[in-house]
C-alpha cells in the first residue's frame, strides 16, 4: 500500500471534521482514476475530477538513494537547478510563461523520487506543457548558473529544521549509504558537481522505466498524449538494496535543549501489510497532542511522562516506509538536565510496548481519517496519485486504501511491535550532557 498520508505522517497533522445529515443525501460517484503504461515506458495515471485547476507532475525514481559517495547532494542540486536553461527555453522564457499563464511550476524531491509539478488552468494547460518538458528533460545546466546558484544553496541547507536534521542524521546512522544519503547536500558537495556530473546523473536515472506523468483535473488521454511525446533515456538502471545497520550520530550544538531520535527497521512497502500495520502501530502509540495546547494521553506520551518529573518535553512516534525498508522510532525533545531519563524511557517503552485493543483500534480510525482527509486538497489527491504509481505501479482509490486499513487486526499490529526490541539507530544533537549513547539505552 502506497499514500502520502501513510508514508511521512509525522510531517502531516490530520484534521476531522463530522458531518451531520438532515436527509438523505443524493448518490455521487466520486471521479476514478485511470492508468496507462506507454509504448516509451512511462506510466500514465490520471484523475479527472473536474477541477478548473490543472495538476500535472513528471515524476522520477531518482531520489537522493541512487547517489553514490562522490555524488552525495546531487539530487539536492538537480532540484533547486529547476527552471535554469534548457535546451529549448531560457530561465526568463520559462518564468515569464508560465507567470503570463498564470501558473506555477516548482520541484520536490525525496529519498526515492523526483517530481516536476505543473498547476495552471485547464484551458492553459497545452501551452504550459511545453515549459514542464523542457524543465523537467532538457537539462543543459550551464556552468556559470550553476556556480550562481552557490548562495541559493547555502539558503536552501539553512531552512532545514531541527527535526529534519535530525531525520537526516538517523537515516544516516540506520543506513550508511543509499537511503542513508541525505536529502540536504553536505557542506564539502557545494561547488563541486560539474556539469558533465550532473548531466550523467540525469541521462542514468532520468529514463522511461522510470517515469510516472502523473495528473488530476485532466483525462487521461490528454496526459498520455503529452507524456509519448518525452523524449527520454531508454536505460533501465535499478536501485541497490538499502541495508540496515544501526548506529549512532552525535552533535553537539551550544543549546539548553537535546533533541534525541531512536528507530529500529520496520517495513517496506514490499510487504504491504506490514507497513500498513506500522502505520496504525504509529498512531496507536501516539504522534503528540491532536488539540491545540491540548495535551496527550497516548501510551508513549504517559510512559514518558513519568521520567520527566513535571518538566516541558515533547515525544512522538515516527514512522517512515520506503520500496524495501523502513524505519519505526521514537523523536524527543526535552531539557538537556532530564533529556537522558526521557531517552531511556521512551525506548524502555519502545523495547515492551505496552498496547490496549482500544489503542490500536484508534490508531487505525485516526489513520483512515488521514487518508480520506488528504482527498480533501488538489495537492494531496495529487501526492496520493504519484505514491500509488510509484510503489504500486497503478493508482489506488483511497476508499479502497481505507479498506486496507480496516483488514489489520490488533494481532497484526501486537506482531509488529514486538519487532521495537532490534538493533537500535540513534541520533542525537543539542546539549547532549546527559543523553545516554546508543550502546547505554538497554
Known amino acids: 500500500?502506497?499514500?502520502?498520508?501513510?508514508?511521512?505522517?509525522?510531517?502531516?497533522?490530520?484534521?476531522?471534521?463530522?458531518?451531520?445529515?438532515?436527509?438523505?443525501?443524493?448518490?455521487?460517484?466520486?471521479?476514478?482514476?485511470?492508468?496507462?503504461?506507454?509504448?516509451?515506458?512511462?506510466?500514465?495515471?490520471?484523475?479527472?475530477?473536474?477541477?478548473?485547476?490543472?495538476?500535472?507532475?513528471?515524476?522520477?525514481?531518482?531520489?537522493?538513494?541512487?547517489?553514490?559517495?562522490?555524488?552525495?547532494?546531487?539530487?539536492?542540486?538537480?532540484?533547486?537547478?529547476?527552471?535554469?536553461?534548457?535546451?529549448?527555453?531560457?530561465?526568463?522564457?520559462?518564468?515569464?510563461?508560465?507567470?503570463?499563464?498564470?501558473?506555477?511550476?516548482?520541484?520536490?524531491?525525496?529519498?526515492?523520487?523526483?517530481?516536476?509539478?505543473?498547476?495552471?488552468?485547464?484551458?492553459?494547460?497545452?501551452?504550459?506543457?511545453?515549459?514542464?518538458?523542457?524543465?523537467?528533460?532538457?537539462?543543459?545546466?550551464?556552468?556559470?548558473?550553476?556556480?550562481?546558484?552557490?548562495?541559493?544553496?547555502?539558503?536552501?541547507?539553512?531552512?532545514?529544521?531541527?527535526?529534519?536534521?535530525?531525520?537526516?542524521?538517523?537515516?544516516?546512522?540506520?543506513?550508511?549509504?543509499?537511503?542513508?544519503?541525505?536529502?540536504i547536500i553536505p557542506k564539502r558537495q557545494i561547488g563541486k558537481f560539474s556539469t558533465e556530473a550532473l548531466q550523467h546523473h540525469v541521462n542514468t536515472w532520468f529514463t522511461g522505466s522510470r517515469c510516472a506523468v502523473v495528473g488530476t483535473g485532466v483525462p487521461l488521454n490528454v496526459l498520455n498524449s503529452f507524456a509519448s511525446s518525452l523524449q527520454l533515456p531508454s536505460g533501465n538502471p535499478t536501485s541497490s538494496p538499502s541495508k540496515y545497520w544501526g548506529g549512532e550520530i552525535r552533535k553537539e550544538r551550544d543549546s539548553p535543549l537535546a533533541s534525541v531520535a531512536i528507530a529500529v527497521e520496520s517495513a517496506g512497502f514490499d510487504k504491504d501489510k506490514e507497513a500498513l500495520a506500522f502505520a496504525v502501530l504509529q498512531l496507536a502509540a501516539g504522534i503528540g497532542p491532536q488539540v491545540k495546547w491540548g495535551n496527550s494521553v497516548t501510551p508513549l506520551q504517559k510512559a514518558v511522562g513519568s521520567a520527566a518529573d513535571g518538566n516541558p518535553f515533547a515525544v512522538a512516534a515516527f514512522n517512515a516506509s520506503y520500496t524495501d525498508s523502513g524505519l519505526f522510532g521514537v523523536m524527543i525533545e526535552a531539557p538537556s538536565s532530564i533529556a537522558g531519563a526521557?531517552?531511556?524511557?521512551?525506548?524502555?517503552?519502545?523495547?515492551?510496548?505496552?498496547?490496549?485493543?482500544?489503542?490500536?483500534?484508534?490508531?487505525?480510525?485516526?489513520?483512515?481519517?488521514?487518508?480520506?482527509?488528504?482527498?480533501?486538497?488538489?495537492?494531496?489527491?495529487?501526492?496520493?496519485?504519484?505514491?500509488?504509481?510509484?510503489?504500486?505501479?497503478?493508482?489506488?482509490?483511497?476508499?479502497a486504501l481505507a479498506a486496507e486499513v480496516d483488514n489489520i487486526s490488533a494481532a497484526d499490529v501486537k506482531k509488529v511491535a514486538g519487532k521495537l526490541s532490534g538493533k537500535p539507530s540513534m541520533a542525537a544533537f543539542g546539549n547532549l550532557s546527559t543523553v545516554p549513547h546508543v550502546d547505554q539505552l538497554s
Open 342 to 399: 526521557v531517552t531511556k524511557a521512551a525506548y524502555k517503552w519502545m523495547a515492551s510496548p505496552n498496547l490496549t485493543d482500544a489503542d490500536i483500534n484508534r490508531g487505525k480510525v485516526q489513520l483512515k481519517t488521514m487518508i480520506l482527509d488528504s482527498a480533501d486538497t488538489q495537492m494531496g489527491q495529487l501526492e496520493n496519485l504519484i505514491e500509488q504509481t510509484i510503489y504500486k505501479g497503478h493508482p489506488v482509490s483511497l476508499a
Open 1 to 183: 500500500m502506497a499514500c502520502s498520508a501513510v508514508r511521512v505522517p509525522i510531517l502531516r497533522n490530520p484534521s476531522v471534521r463530522n458531518y451531520a445529515a438532515a436527509a438523505k443525501a443524493a448518490q455521487v460517484s466520486s471521479p476514478s482514476s485511470d492508468h496507462q503504461v506507454l509504448a516509451n515506458k512511462i506510466t500514465c495515471a490520471a484523475l479527472d475530477n473536474n477541477s478548473p485547476i490543472a495538476q500535472v507532475s513528471i515524476v522520477f525514481k531518482a531520489g537522493s538513494r541512487n547517489e553514490t559517495y562522490e555524488t552525495q547532494g546531487i539530487t539536492h542540486l538537480i532540484r533547486l537547478a529547476a527552471g535554469l536553461t534548457t535546451s529549448r527555453s531560457s530561465t526568463f522564457g520559462i518564468i515569464r510563461n508560465i507567470q503570463q499563464l498564470g501558473g506555477n511550476l516548482f520541484a520536490a524531491a525525496d529519498r526515492e523520487s523526483i517530481a516536476y509539478t505543473l498547476q495552471v488552468t485547464r484551458n492553459n494547460l497545452e501551452k504550459a506543457f511545453m515549459f514542464l518538458e523542457d524543465t523537467a528533460t532538457r537539462q543543459v545546466f550551464k556552468p556559470w548558473e550553476i556556480s550562481d546558484m552557490e548562495p541559493r544553496i547555502r539558503y536552501d541547507r539553512g531552512l532545514a529544521s531541527n527535526q529534519t536534521r535530525l531525520i537526516e542524521y538517523l537515516h544516516k546512522a540506520a543506513y550508511r549509504t543509499g537511503l542513508g544519503y541525505s536529502l
